[in-house]
């Protein structure tokens, strides 16, 4: 056979695909931070929120913009009439549908004798003389102070309601738009923005920043280790030309198919470069093991694809397994990040025994070591390393039972909770302004609740029920946390205000019939065309909508179990139903989902690896050795993350998975050389393991210091999800190596059985 030709023909197919790839995935590269893509797929609750929008709109599409002052307070009239200009400004662009300002605000009251509405405004900015008493009146309404105006008077809020469904683009022009607006105003001590648009620009703008920073450190580790390692030039830029038409096979394949990457599936790149390295060291030393023995380059290509192709295809296998266990979330961007990871690892290992074989043979360089030192000193400690670790076997089966009972406790600790900016640095621009709405204001994260009569013969407007949603109103505000209310009750309250000339007293709902008829007409004719629409069609239903803090998803769930004592305490459960919804009770629900999906993903993934294992051995026990080395260390670093105050959410939940999949790799090459080892020493198990250490310690040691290297370099990261997955990763990663250099030989030399054929011996025809 020609080799050469072949060769030659391999890399040709193969850099033509890559060109056609490569430009998927350099020109058509896209991003999206839609969170609406984080709502639970084919999920019930998801439905009801799409039926709810349909109904009352979309609860997100809005901007807040805060506005401190540098004076006394904001009851001054050049700190008011920017304020105005502002939002005159802001109502002009093509992208806002509407806007309230504290300045235009107005005062209604009914006109008997005329039977109409007048109106006045509530800051009289032409008049200073006035602006204090104004100041008095606004600060009496009770529904204005913490939704336009802060209680301590420092500063003011303009909410803006923009156009629905705004994507990246549209969302990115008006946020600049508005970033542009302000900036001329010296009246202002500080602006703050929050809304849908400004985390959704933060996300993407953070992203694209981040995918260059991390592909280009996990360059710099892959070069730096692989010098160390292989002191050549070409041991450097072979491997990562491998990972490198990798990633672009990886991500030309997403582009090409209409995918957008955020910001969980922009480590894909990152990952595919660090773990897709494993696979071309363990082939590259034992390549130059069997070059240095004296093997000619065909021979010694084809004894390594002997020797570890099997165990590569099981630690590919295994991996994928992890990665794919991702796909039974109902969270979009999880299953693409399981889906396209593995698709991405099945790319590096067909291409590390394609086209990494066929640059061997076409490519001539010298193979005998040019450094001997950078082989020796790995090679030189691990028989020192094997020889303590037999010295002192059993007392490292003692403390590992330690480590994994004090993982065991710790792990139990963990908590699902997930707050809706947590993944930004506390630092960041657009954390700050959603602690300063939190602070000043009812907060930036959205309430929405849904009430539904039980009687279908009533109407949400009736006095008598009325007087029963009065109940739910004013838990919402005064214990739920809820602020900034619009419901039913508010529409009625102020229309009761109104009939009475304005007065704050009056704030409450009509307390007789001729009233309450009066308020009904006002809120017909006038009151229900100034406010969002609060209930439906049929009057059989209504909403709640007002803002309140980023809570966290823990502490909103006992809100919610709360809030449905007290239903049942009032009696109101046998009057209504209520349904929270909206676009962060979803992503609430979500986290509260990928908890059990983390676990059932958990235990998919290890009965995939123990049936790998225990079918390279064909014994139980073996599977369970394998085991145990692999279920410490993510034991271990769940007792640190609870330890450490880190919650178990969407962006964390995936650390577990990965690092497993990733983490047995090793423990895979390991028993699959101790394996093929125990045959040439059947009756002395500790020379097989020591040959074991001696040929298979360096690869495992190099690529697992890459990997701890590589997911290192996401502590960098600006997102504090993302951050997680580094720190606990490289932690995982490294508590696996111990694993599998100490614990695991020791468990193989005290409870370790010969191993069986894998597809057994054929008995003979007598």
């Known amino acids: 056979m020609n080799y050469t030709r072949l060769s030659i023909y391999t890399i040709s197919t193969i850099f033509i695909i890559t060109a056609i790839l490569g430009y998927f995935a350099i020109s058509r590269i896209k991003f999206d931070f839609d969170m609406r893509n984080f709502y639970p797929l084919n999920n019930p609750e998801t439905e009801f929120f799409y039926q709810y929008t349909n109904e009352f709109g979309w609860d997100d599409d809005y901007i807040l913009i805060g506005l401190e002052t540098k004076g006394k307070d904001v009851f001054e009239q050049k700190f008011l009439k920017a304020v105005d200009s502002l939002g005159k400004l802001v109502r002009k662009h093509h992208n806002v549908k509407n806007v309230a300002s504290p300045t235009e605000m107005e005062v209604y009251r009914f006109v008997p004798y005329m039977n109409v509405v007048s109106n006045s405004p509530l800051i009289h900015l032409d008049e200073p003389d006035r602006i204090a008493n104004d100041s008095k009146t606004v600060m009496s309404r009770k529904e204005l102070v913490g939704n336009l105006f802060a209680p301590d008077k420092k500063s003011v809020a303009i909410i803006i309601k923009q156009v629905p469904n705004l994507q990246y683009e549209n969302c990115d022009s008006l946020v600049k738009h508005l970033e542009k607006l302000v900036q001329p105003f010296s009246e202002f001590k500080k602006v703050h923005f929050a809304g849908k648009c400004f985390g959704q620009t933060t996300f993407v703008n953070l992203t694209k920043t981040e995918i260059v920073l991390f592909i280009m450190l996990s360059i710099i580790v892959n070069i730096v280790f692989l010098y160390f390692t292989y002191r050549r030039f070409w041991g450097i830029w072979m491997p990562l030309l491998v990972v490198g038409v990798t990633v672009l096979w990886t991500l030309g394949t997403m582009m090409m198919l209409g995918l957008s990457l955020d910001f969980i599936s922009n480590i894909i790149p990152t990952i595919i470069l660090i773990i897709g390295i494993s696979n071309v060291i363990h082939f590259l030393t034992h390549f130059l093991m069997e070059m240095e023995s004296g093997m000619n380059k065909i021979d010694a290509i084809k004894t390594t694809i002997r020797k570890i192709g099997t165990a590569t295809i099981f630690t590919s296998l295994t991996t994928i397994i992890g990665f794919l266990s991702l796909m039974f979330s109902n969270v979009k961007p999880l299953v693409n990040l399981g889906g396209y990871a593995s698709l991405g690892l099945v790319f590096a290992f067909i291409i590390t025994y394609t086209l990494f074989p066929a640059i061997l043979v076409v490519y001539n360089p010298k193979y005998s070591s040019k450094s001997k030192s950078a ?163 049929d009057l059989k239903a209504a909403r709640f909508s007002g803002k309140m803090g980023d809570l966290g998803s823990n502490e909103i769930n006992k809100r919610n179990i709360a809030l449905a004592e007290f239903m049942k305490k009032e009696g109101l459960d046998k009057q209504i139903s209520w349904h929270i919804t909206g676009s962060a009770h979803l992503m609430e629900l979500n986290n509260f989902n990928i908890a059990s999906n983390v676990y059932y993903g958990m235990i998919f993934s290890c009965l995939i690896v123990a049936l790998i294992i225990g079918f390279q051995f064909g014994s139980v026990r073996m599977a369970i050795i394998g085991m145990i080395p692999n279920i410490l260390p993510m034991l271990f670093v769940g007792a640190l993350m609870a330890l450490s105050g880190v919650n178990i959410k969407i962006s964390t939940s995936i650390l577990f998975i990965m690092s497993f999949g990733i983490a047995v790799d090793d423990t895979i090459h390991f028993m699959s050389s101790y394996r093929f080892d125990s045959k040439k020493y059947p009756n002395d198990r500790a020379k097989a393991l020591l040959e074991t250490y001696k040929s298979t310690g360096k690869a495992i040691i190099v690529t697992s210091l890459i990997l701890i290297g590589g997911f290192s370099t996401l502590i960098f990261s600006s997102f504090g999800g993302t951050f997680h997955i580094g720190v606990f990763t490289s932690i995982c990663l490294f508590v696996a190596l111990l694993a599998d250099l100490f614990l695991l030989p020791a468990l193989l030399f005290y409870f370790g059985t010969e191993p069986k054929p894998i597809f057994g011996k054929r008995k003979k025809k007598s």
């Open 375 to 537: 082989n020796d000193f790995l090679q030189n400690i691990l028989e020192p390393l094997f020889n303590f670790t037999m010295k002192f076997k059993l007392q490292i089966i003692i403390v590992s039972g330690f480590i994994l009972a004090f993982g065991i406790w710790g792990s139990l600790k963990l908590v699902v909770n997930q707050h809706l900016l947590e993944d930004i640095n506390e630092r960041h621009p657009q954390i700050q302004a959603t602690r300063f709405f939190e602070n000043d204001f009812s907060g930036a994260r959205q309430f929405e609740m849904e009430v539904r009569l039980l009687d279908s013969t009533k109407s949400v407007l009736e006095p008598e029920v009325l007087k029963s949603l009065d109940k739910v109103d004013k838990y919402l505000s005064s214990t739920y946390g809820a602020g900034a209310l619009f419901s039913p009750v508010g529409l009625y309250r102020e229309a009761n205000r109104v009939q009475h000339s304005g007065q704050n007293a009056y704030f409450v709902l009509p307390d007789n019939e001729s009233d309450f008829n009066k308020a009904k007409d006002l809120v017909d004719r006038f009151i229900s065309k100034a406010y969002p629409k609060v209930y439906t069609a």
